[in-house]
């Protein structure tokens, strides 16, 4: 079995990684390879994790995920209400498409087979990972932002 142990990669490096991926794919490459480098220097394999564990701590993560960028979206919604007041049912309804984009977007950007290594643990995949939730995060913000806009009444 492949190790699947991951390199520590920080927040504000898994932009810059994901920038390379989107603008500079070949600089990512040459990441990658560093990563594998610094893979190769890991020390011995500890077991595997138990997969119910697995299961159960990406049940938990993707749940504060979903209720963080909820609370993003309510946020933003009642910040708008505050500085702008009522906004035009146009303005609701381009938050309401907005967000839909982005979810279709992730849907159909996220590459799985085709960049899939035999531990799961290349840089580019952890890459598609991270632009795949990031583009489900913005859609699902904005479209919660949406449901708590005020709507003018004025025709």
């Given at each position: 079995m492949a190790d699947k142990r991951l390199t520590k990669v920080g927040f504000v490096r898994a932009i810059y990684l994901s920038f390379l991926a989107i603008f500079l794919p070949a600089k990512l490459v040459k990441e990658e390879e560093k990563d594998a480098e610094e893979r190769k220097e890991f020390p011995p394999s500890p077991p595997p994790e138990q997969r119910a564990f697995v299961i159960s701590r990406a049940f938990w993560f993707s749940l504060l995920l979903m209720i963080a960028f909820a609370a993003i979206g309510?946020?933003?919604?009642?910040?708008?209400?505050?500085?702008?007041?009522?906004?035009?049912?146009?303005?609701?309804?381009?938050?309401?498409?907005?967000?839909?984009?982005?979810?279709?977007?992730?849907?159909?950007?996220?590459?799985?087979?085709?960049?899939?290594?035999?531990g799961g643990v290349t840089l580019s995949?952890?890459?598609?990972?991270?632009?795949?939730?990031?583009?489900?995060?913005?859609?699902?913000?904005?479209?919660?932002?949406?449901?708590?806009?005020?709507?003018?009444?004025?025709?």
């Open positions: 309510y946020i933003c919604g009642q910040v708008i209400n505050k500085f702008l007041g009522s906004v035009p049912v146009i303005v609701i309804t381009l938050f309401q498409i907005t967000g839909a984009m982005f979810l279709l977007w992730g849907t159909l950007f996220v590459r799985g087979w085709e960049i899939q290594s035999h995949e952890r890459v598609n990972q991270w632009i795949y939730r990031a583009l489900y995060c913005i859609g699902t913000s904005a479209i919660v932002c949406s449901l708590f806009l005020n709507q003018t009444t004025k025709p």
